[in-house]
């Protein structure tokens, strides 16, 4: 398993500005993902993050809404840019250990844009 | 496309009774997990299954894994108000490592 923190927990932003959420692992993992969950739903995959390489960009999803960073094996960060209050959701960071695709996430960001 | 259809998608239930929610899909998965996520928290892995015919037990809860490794059940005996929360099933398949979610089930207990 692994402990995964997030900041901001949540967040207050006006529309037109960019917000960058980090994400920190306790230990070294390969596989990072960043996801968007709005209340009491599924969650939709925005991308996946490994160290040393590009992040892989799920269809309705582009780079410059949504750049990511993965500076190495513990850390990343997705940066919501140029918001409207459509980007109003939850973003949860996850990371996979071993090898039988389970995920650990992190708390959450829950980000409202005004 | 692999979809993984969960169902019931609401649950709304009295302390002590039992239930079972189901996730099917066409496709065959490596593996199946289960989580639980309560408000303001990330999903929480409870189980995951990974051989055809799997039975697995946590307390009150008992997840099987199909025989044909594409469904999957989570059964609550005497449900009690703490299981309340949000359940989703994921499948994983496939080296890019993503899992396929299905679209959870709401569950109430109420006291």
């Known amino acids: 398993s692994a402990v995964i923190s997030q900041k901001p927990s949540r967040d207050i932003c006006q529309r037109g500005t960019s917000l960058t959420i980090q994400c920190q692992v306790d230990s070294q993992v390969t596989m990072m993902f960043w996801y968007r969950q709005q209340p009491g739903q599924s969650l939709t995959l925005i991308a996946t993050a490994n160290q040393g390489s590009e992040a892989t960009y799920e269809s309705g999803f582009v780079i410059d809404k949504f750049p990511i960073s993965r500076p190495n094996l513990t850390f990343s960060t997705l940066t919501v840019s140029n918001m409207s209050p459509e980007d109003s959701s939850i973003y949860l960071c996850?990371?996979?250990?071993?090898?039988?695709?389970?995920?650990?996430f992190g708390p959450g960001t829950r980000l409202t844009v005004t | 496309t692999q979809l993984l259809e969960q169902s019931p998608q609401f649950l709304s239930i009295q302390e002590g009774e039992n239930l079972t929610v189901y996730c099917n899909s066409s496709?065959?998965?490596?593996?199946l997990q289960w989580y639980r996520q309560e408000p303001g928290e990330g999903p929480v892995l409870l189980v995951t299954v990974v051989t055809g015919g799997e039975v697995k037990k946590l307390k009150r809860l008992t997840f099987q894994f199909g025989d044909a490794r594409k469904d999957s059940s989570l059964h609550i005996t005497a449900a009690q108000p703490g299981d309340t929360g949000l359940y989703l099933c994921a499948g994983g398949a496939g080296n890019n490592r993503k899992l396929i979610w299905g679209l959870g089930t709401s569950l109430a207990v109420n006291p």
């Open positions: 496709s065959v998965f490596s593996s």
């Open positions: 996850s990371v996979e250990t071993g090898q039988t695709y389970e995920q650990y």
